[in-house]
């Protein structure tokens, strides 16, 4: 996951802070949804990287506005 956030850091450079947020949220809310209802192991694990993106990117926006 450390490593992901470089490469999602920098793809996130171009959007704008409130459409990062969005996304972030969504992706962390469809994957969870998605591990919910899951019955293969494999959907499982790829919502979990869904979260997991979704995570990283919420909360590098996110943290932009708490240092203030």
Known sequence: A????????????KVKDIHALLIGG???????IIL???HLPIIAVAAMAVV?????????QN???KRV
Do not use: N
């Open 2 to 13: 450390v490593c992901l956030t470089i490469f999602v850091a920098k793809i996130m450079k």
């Open 26 to 32: 969504c992706l962390f809310i469809t994957g969870y």
């Open 52 to 60: 997991t993106i979704g995570e990283i990117i919420f909360y590098l």
């Open 63 to 65: 943290k932009r506005y």
């Open 36 to 38: 919910s209802i899951s």
